[in-house]
């Protein structure tokens, strides 16, 4: 089977699972990009709930060859802080930093900045890190997300509290696990020190849950600093700061990827790793 034909397949059983074929909403004459927004807008919507197994079948085939053409990384083909910009302190042989897209990375787990459901983003093609990563993972990841948080959280509404991770499979992303936290919400205000303890226990609470899981290697996007508005900058000497005391502290082999996607992000971190800020 081709790409394109399960491509039509998968948006017919979910525009089928939904009654939209019965109202005309077909898309007929669908360019190939539109017809990949379509599914991952259908996969966007869909509530959280399996679906047919042929039909995972075909969404597992049809999203591993989606991510492998986009390139798949990890830390062996990156060079550590240490190489990259000469910092002598013994963590900088554990810590990388790269620029790009989350999803592509091979790594124990990747970190995704989850909102208080901890079900993913429900609006349709949204660009923030949580639908990119349910986008890549597929359907799968938002049904273990309901029943993972109804058995952390309540068992009648999905309401995270700030910094406590939760740890599901990878599914179809090169990554082995995703850990989901949700980070303080600041809205571009200057941030508490209460909103600073949450950000620096969310970097905490998810290097302790790798050693706990024996995770290898972790890769962090930028925690709140999207539409929770915490100030960029500050929120990445907060992550480096913390991350490299817990390295120093723990004295564990873990690699810790530092995962930004704005250029503005990447100087910021680049200025810390370089010196020319203090952590």
């Known amino acids: 089977m081709t790409q394109e034909e399960r491509l039509d397949k998968l948006i017919a059983y979910f525009m089928n699972e939904e009654g939209y074929l019965q109202h005309g909403l077909e898309g007929e004459g669908e360019s190939e990009d539109e017809k990949k927004n379509r599914l991952r807008a259908l996969m966007n919507v869909r509530p959280p709930r399996l679906a047919d197994k042929a039909v995972l079948a075909i969404q597992d085939e049809y999203l591993r060859e989606e991510n492998r053409k986009k390139g798949i990384l990890s830390p062996a083909d990156l060079r550590p802080v240490a190489d990259e910009f000469g910092r002598k302190e013994d963590w900088a042989r554990q810590v990388y930093l790269w620029q790009g897209d989350i999803t592509r ?23 923030c890190i949580d639908n990119c990563i349910h986008s890549a993972a597929g359907v ?4 273990e997300c309901a029943e993972k948080a109804g058995e952390l ?3 009648n509404e999905y309401n995270s509290p700030t910094a406590v991770p939760m740890l599901t499979k ?21 941030p508490t020190e209460a909103s600073r303890k949450d950000l620096q226990d969310c970097y905490v609470n998810v290097l302790n849950l ?3 899981e024996k995770i290898g290697s972790v890769a962090f996007c930028c925690i709140s600093t999207g539409v929770f508005g915490y100030p960029s900058e500050e929120a990445a000497h907060i992550a480096v700061r913390t991350v490299t ?9 873990l690699q810790v ?15 810390i790793f370089e010196g020319r800020a203090n952590l």
């Open 105 to 127: 990375l091979a790594v124990g787990a990747v970190v995704n900045a989850a909102n208080s459901r901890m079900l993913g983003c429900f609006v349709p093609l949204h660009n």
């Open 140 to 143: 799968q990841l938002r049904a």
């Open 153 to 155: 959280f309540s068992h």
């Open 170 to 190: 990878g599914y179809n992303l090169p990554a082995k696990y995703v850990i989901h936290v949700v980070g303080p919400i600041v809205g571009g205000h200057m």
């Open 210 to 212: 790798c050693k706990k």
């Open 245 to 253: 005391d817990w390295l120093v502290k723990e004295r564990t082999s």
């Open 257 to 271: 990827l530092f995962n930004v996607f704005t250029d503005t992000d990447c100087r910021t971190y680049t200025h």
